[in-house]
């Protein structure tokens, strides 16, 4: 997607710096974070190439169910045909530009704009088009019904997350994850995610954060602050427990040698068949840029999806997967399911304060960009340097 033209000469900075050495380097500007403007340009220039995830598919589990989205201002629409088909459509009447669908649920019939009641099926197609052509002249062959549906956007579901690439010129979704399969791989086995299954009951939980979403991807990518900001976590998965990652194009983030929540809540859930005996206690952390933060575990899995509302305003999103249907719906395993979640839960809220206090301190201009720890910070320089890339990529800088 292009960017708008104002966006042109927007002052970027020190992108050539946070592309230098990690023990060089700066960190992006206060402006990357703070600037409204820029914010608006990051969605058309940067993630707007990009597979970027929208939401879930357990959002619109049932046949010609719809969920409206805001993804960075842009109205769009996750909506299920009667034959149970997951599509992504522009939420906006081909007419004159109405908002048609405002609220999540099903729909009965047909899909009607509010405005001058064109109508539209869980296809997308336009099906109605009310006095077109005049009083009681609701077709005209002046105008071509199936040229004026509703505008689909490039989509693809994985591990349960709906994703859209907005400028559909972004590589196919399998080549851009595959190096995360395949490092996955001898954990998962052959049967990949697929084993995994949502809970309906303690599987889900979201939170609005006062921060720039990207501060929410360079938290998550390092250990460093487990000791200040996670007291609980670090006394069973320390500091010390965990090892950097960085790999591909756009993953990084963090391992642990020493998961343990099984113990320290009394958890007990099926794990996955194939993960080995020895590597029982390993978990990764895993941000797979721009803005999804993946986790698993022996006995689980999450994925966080972030949704920026603003240039300091963040949605997130996480969802908890299960090994099994049971695991994930059997009331036997419903009080396990329920710790993992409010384990979960207590930690991520630990991290508002943190990249809350992060973004009140981007209004200073006594910071700019920061430095980085040569040896705990590489991931969160990796993703530094993939954001400045794509930055310069787009010569919409200064």
Do not use: G
């Given at each position: 997607m292009n960017a708008p033209a104002e966006a042109k000469h927007f002052p970027i900075i020190q992108?050539?710096?946070v592309l230098k050495p990690i023990d060089q380097a700066t960190g992006l500007g206060n402006k990357f974070y703070t600037d409204d403007q820029y914010f608006k340009t990051e969605r058309d220039a940067v993630l707007g190439n990009e597979w970027v995830c929208i939401g879930f598919e357990s959002d619109v589990s049932r046949k010609s169910s719809v969920k409206p989205i805001d993804f960075m201002g842009l109205p769009l629409l996750m909506m299920r045909n009667r034959e149970g088909v997951l599509q992504v459509f522009h939420n906006v009447c081909s007419h004159r530009g109405m908002k048609l669908v405002h609220e999540a649920g099903d729909i009965q019939g047909v899909i009607r704009c509010q405005y001058h009641s064109w109508t539209y099926d869980t296809n997308g197609a336009l099906k109605g088009t009310p006095h077109v052509g005049g009083i009681n002249q609701h077709k005209d062959e002046r105008f071509a019904c199936e040229k004026h549906g509703l505008k689909a956007l490039r989509s693809h579901v994985w591990m349960g997350m709906v994703f859209?690439?907005?400028?559909g010129t972004a590589p196919e979704f399998d080549e851009v994850i595959k190096p995360l399969t395949d490092r996955w791989q001898p954990f998962l086995g052959g049967d990949g995610l697929s084993q995994?299954?949502?809970s309906p009951d303690s599987g889900a939980w979201s939170v609005e954060v006062g921060c720039n979403w990207k501060l929410a991807v360079e938290n998550y990518c390092e250990a460093y602050h487990l000791?200040?900001?996670?007291p609980s976590l670090n006394s069973y998965s320390r500091l010390e427990d965990h090892y950097n990652i960085a790999f591909g194009e756009q993953f990084a983030g963090q391992g642990s040698y020493a998961y343990n929540l099984a113990d320290v809540e009394g958890t007990s859930l099926p794990t996955f068949p194939a993960w080995p005996a020895d590597r029982m206690r390993n978990a990764e952390y895993v941000a797979f840029f721009?803005?999804?933060l993946l986790g698993i575990q022996a006995d689980h899995a999450f994925a966080m999806m972030l949704q920026p509302l603003s240039a300091n305003r963040t949605v997130e999103h996480l969802r908890l997967f299960f090994v099994g249907k049971e695991a994930a719906q059997?009331?036997?395993?419903?009080?396990s399911r329920q710790?993992?979640?409010?384990?979960?839960?207590v930690v991520f809220s630990e991290d508002i304060g943190a990249v809350e206090g992060m973004q009140a301190g981007r209004q200073s201009p006594g910071f700019q960009g920061g430095v980085f720890s040569p040896e705990m910070d590489a991931p969160t320089h990796y993703f530094h340097q993939w954001m400045a890339r794509k930055v310069l990529a787009t010569g919409r800088h200064g």
């Open positions: 992108l050539e710096t859209v690439n907005l400028s995994i299954n949502v000791p200040w900001v996670h721009p803005n999804v059997d009331a036997n395993f419903a009080a710790a993992v979640l409010n384990a979960w839960r």
